[in-house]
């Protein structure tokens, strides 16, 4: 029985970090966390075999709990940087792909289009109507989803980190350990964007009619209100495309991280550089 083991504790670190980023005090934590122990204990009682797992259900059903408390706080805002970021990083697994597996030409120009339409928005002063917010959130949460099924295949797959240590490949280990911890941290904004793309989907009742059109207006206008009308700063657009640019151009060319993770390390440590480097740019001290 795998009740504890190293990936799993990563994994609850992580969204327990995340869990209380988005809690305003303690008590609400506590709150949560009694939550998701009474409801994934349920859950393991009606199916047993998943007892073992116990942990994962745990930290999955505390991260479900969170973003159904804080679906409208979540809806923070996202940008032409954010849009820049993700298509460079999508052109850089396409990159990979075509190194191993190769794609299609219509796939190229599938991928291509949208992300030179969301650098050229990053790049230049082209006013940002409500369509092209529409589009490039649509396009946003939908790089994010390919990257966080890819992610969590990989981790699926991956060797335990406790045989990594006994076989003495320690940064192997730490790898994964992180690649975990990782995964726990964006949870709760992965569930946000495959939300934000299901709604989409007709339901049983809702198969084209008038109510599934209604449903994805009020999606269409998550989406614009989400998106920033302000151009991102071009200092901070080029700050991105060249550091991103070059991080990835070099694990691209020595392999020093796994592709995944040198994607979400990238995802979730430069929104906070770019955020840094605004309050620089701005002059204001916070």
């Not at 805002?77 to 794609?103: P, R």
Request: charged share 15%; glycine share 6%.
């Amino acid at each position: 029985m795998q009740f504890l083991t190293l990936a799993y504790a990563a994994f609850v670190m992580g969204t327990f970090f995340e869990v209380r980023r988005m809690s305003s005090n303690w008590k609400h934590v506590g709150l949560k966390l009694l939550a998701a122990v009474v409801l994934s204990a349920m859950f393991v009682i009606v199916e047993p075999k998943y007892v073992g797992k116990w942990p994962l259900v745990f930290a999955g059903v505390l991260l479900f709990v969170s973003v159904a408390i804080h679906y409208d706080r979540m809806m923070a805002k996202i940008g032409e940087g954010v849009t820049l970021l993700h298509s460079l990083t999508l052109l850089y697994l396409c990159a990979e792909f075509l190194k191993k597996v190769g794609l299609s030409l219509w796939g190229l120009v599938i991928i291509f289009l949208p992300v030179a339409y969301s650098v050229l928005h990053a790049l230049t002063h082209i006013r940002i109507t409500k369509r092209d917010r529409l589009y490039l959130s649509l396009w946003s949460s939908l790089t994010m989803a390919v990257f966080a099924l890819l992610y969590i295949y990989s981790i699926w797959h991956m060797d335990k980190i406790e045989n990594l240590f006994v076989a003495e490949r320690f940064f192997d280990g730490i790898t994964v350990f992180l690649e975990h911890f990782l995964l726990g941290i964006s949870g709760a904004y992965i569930l946000q964007n495959f939300f934000m793309l299901l709604a989409y989907l007709p339901g049983r009742r809702e198969f084209f009619n008038e109510a599934y059109f209604r449903s994805v207006r009020e999606m269409n206008k998550e989406h614009i209100e989400r998106y920033s009308s302000d151009q991102v700063d071009r200092r901070e657009a080029w700050f991105v495309l060249i550091l991103v640019g070059s991080l990835l151009a070099l694990n691209y060319h020595f392999a020093i991280l796994g592709v995944q993770f040198s994607i979400w390390i990238c995802l979730v440590i430069v929104p906070f550089a770019m955020g840094y480097l605004g309050r620089l740019v701005s002059g204001r001290p916070d």
